[in-house]
């Protein structure tokens, strides 16, 4: 049976209680690859980019690389793009991409920690 | 767009940028009414505006940004088939977000399906703390498949994105295959 919510205190306790739970399903990892994935990102493809991020990162059994994804960055032209931040806060994105270059970051930039500059969005 | 999948994957963006802790997904083929309905729906923070302004291309409401293009776009895909897209409330949420797409299923001009399974895993795989709940059903099949569920049956860890997205494409690639009018 569902539990009732009777006063602030019971609310407080369930908003902890789901907070921990969400943070247990997101722990923190060593690299973080965000994906743009807005309306032009999606159109420009950047799901295929997805799927062979989670390709590559499976093949590779690579572990400590969380996947996330974003709304539009305001570079629409750049799309499909992403972004990959490092342990260090360091950021570097990547755009006009396909499926060659992802197997590229990965081989380079996460297994190696040498980013591909030829692909990286210059400023 | 020229899969509709991508379109499916434009909304649930929209339902996670709305802060839904549960976003499901029902793509319906009813043949005998040559029809192909899709709703999304989510329990999240709702829209700040009525139907008819959120279905202008004009109107979003991110910041630095002139258009929202994804819900225009999917209708305009609608009304090419002789369909429609409307916004109604769900009941996930207080203030959830029910749209509703309907196709002409044999139309000609309706785009393809697509890759469906990449575009529910891509989700399912940068958002593994949302519920996640979807639904297929053409002619005689139907298949309910809720996430975390199902990778409670398969021992997969929830916090590991990567693995439920993996998941989720194997099972929805299987269950396409079970309801072959949807396509």
């Given at each position: 049976?569902?539990?009732?919510?009777?006063?602030?205190?019971?609310?407080?306790?369930?908003?902890?209680?789901?907070?921990?739970?969400?943070?247990?399903?997101?722990?923190?990892?060593?690299?973080?690859?965000?994906?743009?994935?807005?309306?032009?990102?999606?159109?420009?493809?950047?799901?295929?980019?997805?799927?062979?991020?989670?390709?590559?990162?499976?093949?590779?059994?690579?572990?400590?690389?969380?996947?996330?994804?974003?709304?539009?960055?305001?570079?629409?032209?750049?799309?499909?793009?992403?972004?990959?931040?490092?342990?260090?806060?360091?950021?570097?994105?990547?755009?006009?991409?396909?499926?060659?270059?992802?197997?590229?970051?990965?081989?380079?930039?996460v297994l190696r920690g040498q980013p591909v500059l030829e692909y990286l969005i210059?400023? | 767009?020229?899969?509709?999948?991508?379109?499916?994957?434009?909304?649930?963006?929209?339902?996670?940028?709305?802060?839904?802790?549960?976003?499901?997904?029902?793509?319906?083929?009813?043949?005998?009414?040559?029809?192909?309905?899709?709703?999304?729906?989510?329990?999240?923070?709702?829209?700040?505006?009525?139907?008819?302004?959120?279905?202008?291309?004009?109107?979003?409401?991110?910041?630095?940004?002139k258009t929202g293009l994804g819900l225009s776009l999917f209708r305009a895909a609608?009304?090419?088939?002789?369909?429609?897209?409307?916004?109604?409330?769900?009941?996930?949420?207080?203030?959830?977000?029910?749209?509703?797409?309907?196709?002409?299923?044999?139309?000609?001009?309706?785009?393809?399906?697509?890759?469906?399974?990449?575009?529910?895993?891509?989700?399912?795989?940068?958002?593994?703390?949302?519920?996640?709940?979807?639904?297929?059903?053409?002619?005689?099949?139907?298949?309910?498949?809720?996430?975390?569920?199902?990778?409670?049956?398969?021992?997969?860890?929830?916090?590991?994105?990567?693995?439920?997205?993996?998941?989720?494409?194997?099972?929805?690639?299987?269950?396409?295959?079970?309801?072959?009018?949807?396509?």
């Amino acid at each position: 049976m569902t539990q009732r919510i009777t006063n602030p205190r019971d609310l407080k306790a369930l908003q902890e209680k789901v907070k921990s739970e969400i943070d247990l399903r997101s722990g923190p990892k060593d690299l973080r690859i965000t994906v743009h994935m807005g309306t032009c990102g999606i159109a420009a493809g950047a799901r295929d980019i997805l799927t062979a991020l989670m390709h590559e990162l499976g093949a590779a059994k690579v572990e400590n690389v969380s996947l996330q994804q974003t709304g539009c960055a305001g570079l629409c032209d750049q799309e499909p793009m992403l972004t990959l931040t490092d342990k260090a806060g360091g950021s570097f994105r990547y755009g006009r991409l396909d499926k060659n270059k992802v197997g590229e970051i990965v081989r380079d930039h996460v297994l190696r920690g040498q980013p591909v500059l030829e692909y990286l969005i210059k400023a | 767009m020229r899969e509709i999948a991508l379109h499916i994957l434009d909304l649930i963006e929209n339902s996670v940028r709305a802060q839904a802790t549960i976003i499901m997904v029902a793509i319906e083929a009813l043949p005998e009414q040559d029809l192909l309905r899709i709703v999304i729906e989510d329990n999240g923070t709702g829209m700040k505006a009525p139907p008819e302004t959120v279905l202008d291309p004009f109107y979003t409401t991110k910041q630095g940004k002139k258009t929202g293009l994804g819900l225009s776009l999917f209708r305009a895909a609608a009304e090419a088939t002789g369909g429609r897209l409307t916004i109604g409330k769900s009941e996930l949420g207080p203030v959830g977000v029910r749209v509703t797409v309907e196709m002409g299923l044999t139309h000609i001009d309706r785009n393809p399906l697509g890759d469906l399974g990449s575009s529910l895993a891509a989700v399912v795989c940068t958002n593994p703390q949302v519920d996640f709940r979807f639904r297929l059903s053409g002619g005689q099949q139907a298949c309910d498949l809720r996430v975390w569920d199902l990778a409670a049956q398969q021992g997969t860890d929830l916090r590991d994105g990567l693995a439920l997205g993996r998941l989720v494409l194997e099972a929805i690639n299987t269950q396409l295959q079970a309801c072959r009018v949807l396509t």
